[in-house]
């Protein structure tokens, strides 16, 4: 944990690495998919190295197209390397990664940097954020975030061409999610959430690091919790640690979007939590994929493992105020992030 910690505070500056030798990729802590690989092993070959995180909503949404590069192109000379680089102390655990990537259908090779030698060995600080490493070890194409998919696909053909100019390509997806379609409407929406102290915001004053009992003064702020009841507020992550009878204890927070994420984690353990939007169960058209209705009509969300959970999802885009009901010593919550982008026919 402290070795994460101390990881994402040195990373500050943006370094754009277009057109300098790539660092070799040392000091994983394992490897998944393969054997461990070597940049200098891969010369005649195109290597796209892929800094991800599986509970990272961004890195979930750019995966759909790495997945479909790796089908299009690894018998074409492309090798596609994801970088594991822990944001959470539960992701930084081997077999939690092991597990996401199976999960999650990644067939291509996995490098878990749990100790961050990779991450800072490429001076990074961004998740995702993608390389494209030509025959002779020279990055040509930095990109950060999600997006310019056409872009990166036309480099990698390009790429590709410098090392058999004979090679045939099928056309270049520009989009594969929906939301990514030209014309989508992208509204504001509130920033990225963490739920422990070092990088969150509380309408209350909070005791790091001790069980404290909070109560709700109804002061809902926008990308600030207020809690209600019994909880613990550590560095990274917000913990509930008594079993009640009752969902009494909450969090709440105002946002604006039409999607709302939250990385829970169980350690093993499994618990429900219960959501209400504006103090009633979410509705249908507005249900994340990760969410259930009990025969009471209560909108539920099951936590049995450690990644991210869909919780609000659809069209509507507005300001709303969401809380989480738990009665589970197992609660442990990280953070929320949010989307605004609107299909328009």
Same mark, same amino acid.
């Given at each position: =944990? /402290?070795?994460?910690?101390?990881? =994402?505070?040195?990373?500050?500056?943006?370094?754009?690495?277009?057109? /300098?030798?790539?660092?070799?990729?040392?000091?994983?802590?394992?490897?998944?998919?393969?054997?461990?690989?070597?940049?200098? %092993?891969? !010369?005649?070959?195109?290597?796209?190295? *892929?800094?991800?995180?599986?509970?990272?909503?961004?890195? #979930?949404?750019?995966?759909?197209?790495?997945?479909?590069?790796?089908?299009?192109?690894?018998?074409?000379?492309?090798?596609?390397?994801?970088?594991?680089?822990?944001?959470?102390?539960?992701?930084?655990?081997?077999? &939690? $990664?092991?597990?996401?990537?199976? %999960? #999650?259908?990644?067939?291509?090779?996995?490098?878990?940097?749990?100790?961050?030698?990779?991450?800072?060995?490429? !001076?990074?600080?961004?998740?995702?954020?993608?390389?494209?490493?030509?025959?002779?070890?020279?990055?040509?194409? *930095?990109?950060?975030?999600?997006?310019?998919?056409?872009?990166?696909?036309?480099?990698?053909?390009?790429?590709?061409?410098?090392?058999?100019?004979?090679?045939?390509?099928? *056309?270049?997806?520009?989009?594969?999610?929906?939301?990514?379609?030209?014309?989508? $409407?992208?509204?504001?929406?509130?920033?990225? =959430?963490?739920?422990?102290?070092?990088?969150?915001?509380?309408?209350?004053?909070?005791?790091?690091?001790?069980?404290?009992?909070? %109560?709700?003064?109804?002061?809902?702020?926008?990308?600030?919790?207020?809690? &209600?009841?019994?909880? !613990?507020?550590?560095?990274?992550?917000?913990?509930?640690?008594?079993? &009640?009878?009752?969902?009494?204890?909450?969090?709440?927070?105002?946002?604006?979007?039409?999607?709302?994420?939250? $990385?829970? &984690?169980?350690?093993?353990?499994?618990?429900?939590?219960?959501?209400?939007? *504006?103090?009633?169960?979410?509705?249908?058209? =507005?249900?994340?994929?990760?969410?259930?209705?009990?025969?009471?009509?209560?909108?539920?969300?099951?936590?049995?493992?450690?990644?991210?959970?869909?919780?609000?999802?659809? %069209?509507?885009?507005?300001?709303?105020?969401?809380?989480?009901?738990?009665?589970?010593?197992?609660?442990?919550?990280?953070?929320?992030?949010?989307?605004?982008?609107?299909?328009?026919?």
């Amino acid at each position: =944990m /402290k070795i994460i910690l101390f990881a =994402m505070l040195l990373q500050f500056t943006f370094f754009n690495w277009t057109g /300098k030798k790539a660092p070799e990729i040392n000091g994983g802590t394992g490897w998944i998919n393969s054997t461990p690989l070597k940049l200098s %092993e891969l !010369k005649n070959k195109v290597v796209l190295i *892929d800094f991800f995180e599986y509970t990272c909503v961004n890195c #979930l949404r750019t995966l759909p197209y790495l997945k479909e590069w790796h089908k299009r192109y690894k018998d074409k000379g492309l090798v596609i390397i994801g970088v594991h680089t822990p944001e959470f102390d539960f992701s930084s655990k081997f077999e &939690n $990664v092991k597990k996401a990537v199976e %999960e #999650l259908g990644i067939e291509y090779p996995v490098v878990v940097d749990s100790e961050y030698k990779i991450w800072n060995a490429f !001076k990074n600080q961004f998740w995702p954020r993608k390389f494209l490493i030509d025959k002779d070890g020279i990055i040509r194409f *930095d990109h950060v975030g999600e997006g310019a998919y056409g872009t990166t696909e036309r480099k990698i053909q390009e790429l590709l061409t410098q090392i058999n100019p004979g090679l045939t390509f099928p *056309d270049v997806i520009e989009y594969i999610r929906e939301e990514d379609k030209p014309g989508a $409407v992208c509204y504001p929406r509130t920033p990225e =959430m963490y739920a422990g102290y070092l990088r969150g915001y509380f309408t209350q004053r909070i005791k790091p690091d001790e069980e404290s009992f909070y %109560e709700d003064d109804g002061g809902y702020k926008e990308a600030q919790i207020t809690l &209600n009841g019994w909880f !613990k507020v550590d560095a990274m992550k917000l913990l509930h640690l008594r079993r &009640n009878e009752k969902f009494t204890d909450y969090v709440a927070f105002k946002f604006r979007g039409t999607e709302v994420n939250a $990385v829970f &984690n169980s350690d093993g353990r499994s618990y429900d939590v219960i959501l209400t939007l *504006d103090d009633k169960p979410i509705p249908k058209d =507005m249900k994340g994929k990760d969410v259930f209705y009990d025969e009471s009509g209560r909108s539920i969300v099951k936590v049995e493992s450690g990644r991210m959970y869909n919780l609000i999802s659809g %069209e509507k885009y507005g300001v709303y105020t969401l809380k989480l009901y738990t009665n589970s010593d197992a609660f442990s919550l990280y953070s929320f992030t949010f989307g605004s982008c609107v299909v328009r026919e």
